[in-house]
């Protein structure tokens, strides 16, 4: 329940804020600040449950960045003796120890971290020793299967993303087709695996599919500007890439798909749908 947002009952209003029910955790407290005027006794409140400075569990309404258990890109507010506090949305900064820092934090920088509650002191914590939250089996996923991602890093090959937050992949350079930033979330899809556990993911759907979603696009694009679009066959591809996130190949596929179904004319550098 701690480092988490849960519905709890509240037991007890008083001029200090209200005592809720929390279970396991006994009573939480709520500041007063922190009340809807229209809450009453007996009714329950939508909250995120931390300690206090002096360990009381104690609730916010507020909403967090991220709970325990989740990956968050997270801002660094402050660094000490004791490690770096990272701003998690609400009046309570989460602490990235400095065992748990990979790289060494930078005061004012974002980091991809994973939350999780320190087992001694059950207080949340923050950790970009990412490696360590991920699967150690092997990766079982079917080919061109479905996945989500999370940019993790920028690397000389591309860019190393967390798979379906178990697994890490890598999306090469020239597989990248939209722009990509660390804790980022979009859909890719698994290429292959190789050596055990190296996931290559590419971002687009791969075949026939790929090319009739890509296809639909552009026809809502041409409808969106008058019929008219200033990309052809012989466009350049990074005006292309820039316009659709895609490869000028398969837009050349997509675009040829639509004359042949008669919908659109093609020119050197520019489409245009037919009337």
């Known amino acids: 329940m701690l480092g988490q947002i849960k519905m709890l009952t509240i037991e007890e209003l008083t001029a200090e804020g209200a005592y809720l029910n929390g279970g396991d955790l006994g009573e939480v ?6 009340i809807p005027d229209y809450l009453e006794e007996g009714d329950s409140v939508e909250v ?9 569990p104690t609730a916010t309404t507020k909403k967090p960045l991220a709970q325990v258990g989740d990956f968050a890109l997270l801002r660094v507010k402050e660094i000490n003796n ?3 506090f990272l701003d998690l949305g609400i009046e309570k900064d989460v602490l990235a120890p400095f ?17 999780y509650l320190d087992k001694a002191s059950q207080r949340i914590c923050a950790s970009s020793a990412l490696r360590k939250f991920l699967n150690k089996t092997k990766p079982s996923y079917e080919k061109f299967e479905e996945v989500d991602l999370i940019v993790a890093a920028k690397t000389d090959l591309g860019f190393k993303v967390i798979v379906n937050e178990a697994h890490y992949g890598l999306v090469f350079s020239n597989d990248v087709f939209k722009k990509m930033y660390i804790g980022q979330r979009m859909k890719g899809y ?13 971002l687009e759907k791969p075949g026939i599919g790929k090319v009739r979603d890509l296809s639909e696009h552009i026809l809502a694009q041409l409808k969106e500007n008058g019929g008219h679009l200033p990309l052809g066959d012989k466009s350049d591809p990074e005006a292309i890439k820039r316009a659709f996130s895609t490869s000028k190949a398969n837009y050349k596929k997509a675009i040829g798909g639509l004359f042949k179904q008669g919908l659109i004319d093609i020119e050197a550098t520019a489409i245009k749908l037919r009337k």
Not at 29 to 34: S, V
Not at 104 to 114: F, N, P, Q
Not at 190 to 202: M, Q
């Open 29 to 34: 407290f709520l500041p007063n600040e922190q």
């Open 48 to 56: 995120f449950i931390f300690l206090d400075n002096q360990g009381h």
């Open 82 to 84: 004791v490690g770096a």
């Open 99 to 115: 065992n748990e820092q990979k790289p060494k934090m930078r005061d004012g920088y974002s980091y991809l971290v994973k939350l």
């Open 190 to 202: 698994v290429k292959a695996i190789r050596d055990e556990d190296k996931i290559d993911i590419v």
